[in-house]
Nanobody, 116 residues
Framework: QVQLVESGGGLVQAGGSLRLSCTLS????????MGWFRQAPGKERGFVTT????????YYADSVKGRFTISRDSAKNTVYLHMNSLKPEDTDVYYC?????????WGQGTQVTVSS
């Protein structure tokens, strides 16, 4: 059974930093990507960033470019989201995502709150 276990998140002041981590427990996967989405109450879940676990190529939403960095430890099936220069508008529930062969898997979500 595929499971995504997230950690990190919490409350931080504007301008501060947080790190999220997500570990994928799964049967042997190849050619998959992991990343993060975020969602506010009453809004659609939106893309934040993704990284190829095989090749390391990463993509970011324009709203987080230059502030957020995704990294991976393929041996541990783990990705990290380093969030710097946080803004109040970054307040959301952040969901870890794994995608392989067109199938999405989701974590339970972790709350990030940025106070002004």
């Amino acid at each position: 059974q595929v499971q995504l276990v997230e950690s990190g998140g919490g409350l931080v002041q504007a301008g501060g930093s947080l790190r999220l981590s997500c570990t994928l427990s799964r049967p042997t996967f190849s050619n998959y990507a992991m990343g993060w989405f975020r969602q506010a109450p009453g809004k659609e879940r939106g893309f934040v960033t993704t990284i190829s676990m095989s090749f390391g190529s990463a993509y970011y939403a324009d709203s987080v470019k230059g502030r957020f960095t995704i990294s991976r430890d393929s041996a541990k099936n783990t990705v990290y989201l380093h969030m710097n220069s946080l803004k109040p508008e970054d307040t959301d529930v952040y969901y870890c995502n794994a995608m392989r062969a067109g199938v999405d898997y989701w974590g339970q979500g972790t709350q990030v709150t940025v106070s002004s």
